[in-house]
């Protein structure tokens, strides 16, 4: 079975960037749709971004227009960048394969820390 992992998160001010990747250990080509969850403390986790294997995309509203997903299937690897980030993106971020267009998978990351502080 393909593994997740993640990689690239951290602390950040408010407004700047990081970019998350997601490494699978073996072929993502097969999996139609990759992408991203988050879950902040005391919350659900929830959709961020996800990309299909032919590259559409579907992302949240809240994310719209600052994030950007992005897939290599030759590397085996999703990408997240997140640019001007707010202080309400802090969370869990979690790579995630296999759902649907606005479906979990059943394949997921460890998750990474996104921290947006001051």
């Known amino acids: 079975q393909v593994q997740l992992v993640e990689s690239g998160g951290g602390l950040v001010q408010p407004g700047g960037s990081l970019r998350l990747s997601c490494a699978a250990s073996?072929?993502?080509?097969?999996?139609?749709?990759m992408g991203w969850y988050r879950q902040a403390p005391g919350k659900q986790r929830e959709l961020v971004a996800v990309i299909t294997s032919v590259g559409d995309t579907n992302y949240a509203d809240s994310v719209k227009g600052r994030f950007t997903i992005s897939r290599d299937n030759a590397k085996n690897t999703i990408y997240l960048q997140m640019n001007s980030l707010k202080p309400e993106d802090t969370a869990v971020y979690y790579c995630?394969?296999?759902?649907?267009?606005?479906?979990?998978?059943?394949?997921w990351g460890q998750g990474t820390q996104v921290t947006v502080s001051s």
């Open positions: 995630n394969g296999g759902g649907g267009i606005a479906t979990m998978g059943k394949l």
């Open positions: 073996g072929s993502i080509f097969s999996i139609y749709v």
